[in-house]
Structures are given as structure tokens and as C-alpha cells.
């Protein structure tokens, strides 16, 4: 299901940038965890980054640290990804997910994410070419 509006997205060159934007207004999410994952065709689902929309602590996998931005308004309930330095190993569906039950982002952008299990936007493309 739906449940969060995204866009941003598409086609960029590398070393160019882009900025993913997710709408969770229709939720509370403030206090709680949000993250971005991604995934590639034939990959698994992997965490990007995460951040506790309360205290905005955040967490990147180790390829997008130094390149990869995460942020949330509070006022608009609206999750950003800002992707600067884009590689062409970055090219994968990106999807937007916000969970009340998340506490440990590490932990969180570790796991196995199960698309069942809290409010996920429908997924935006970014494609890299080199």
C-alpha cells in the first residue's frame, strides 16, 4: 500500500546531484523514526540512511556517508534526501519509510526491511549514468 507521497528522482550524471522528497503529513511521525532505503534490480532492500525526527540524530550506510543528507521539517512532516558526488552504484528504486517502533537506526538500516510492517511511499527511481 501507499501510504507516503515521494518525488524527486530521475536521471542524472555522476558526480551530479538530486533531492528526494517524501510527504508524510497525512501522519504523525515526530519523535519517531523515518528512513530512506533503496534497491536494486536482483538486490535486496537496503537501508540509506535513517533519522529520529524528535532529537534528528541520523545514520548512513557506509557508501553514501559524506555524499548523502537526511532531514526532516517538522512543520511539514516532510523527510528529505538530499544525494550529492551521485555514483552509478547508487542507481535503485528509493523508497521512504517512516516507523514508530524504530529506535536503533544502525540496527534498523541493518536489517531486512519487511515492506508489510510500517508506512513506506511508493518509490522513486534514480538512475546514474558514468
Known amino acids: 500500500l501507499v501510504q507516503l507521497q515521494q518525488s524527486g528522482g530521475g536521471s542524472v550524471k555522476a558526480g551530479e546531484s538530486l533531492t528526494l522528497t517524501c510527504d508524510a503529513s497525512?501522519?504523525?511521525?515526530?519523535?519517531?523514526?523515518m528512513a530512506w532505503f533503496r534497491q536494486a534490480p536482483g538486490k535486496e532492500r537496503e537501508g540509506v540512511a535513517a533519522i529520529m525526527t524528535g532529537d534528528k540524530v541520523t545514520y548512513y550506510t557506509d557508501s553514501v556517508k559524506g555524499r548523502f543528507t537526511i532531514s526532516h521539517d517538522h512543520t511539514r512532516d516532510t523527510l528529505y534526501l538530499q544525494m550529492t558526488s551521485l555514483l552509478p552504484e547508487d542507481t535503485a528504486m528509493y523508497y521512504c519509510v517512516g516507523d514508530p517502533t524504530k529506535r536503533d537506526l544502525q540496527k534498523w538500516l541493518l536489517s531486512t526491511p519487511d515492506p508489510s510492517k510500517g508506512y513506506w511511499g511508493q518509490g522513486t527511481q534514480v538512475t546514474v549514468s558514468s
Open positions: 497525512s501522519y504523525t511521525f515526530y519523535g519517531y523514526g
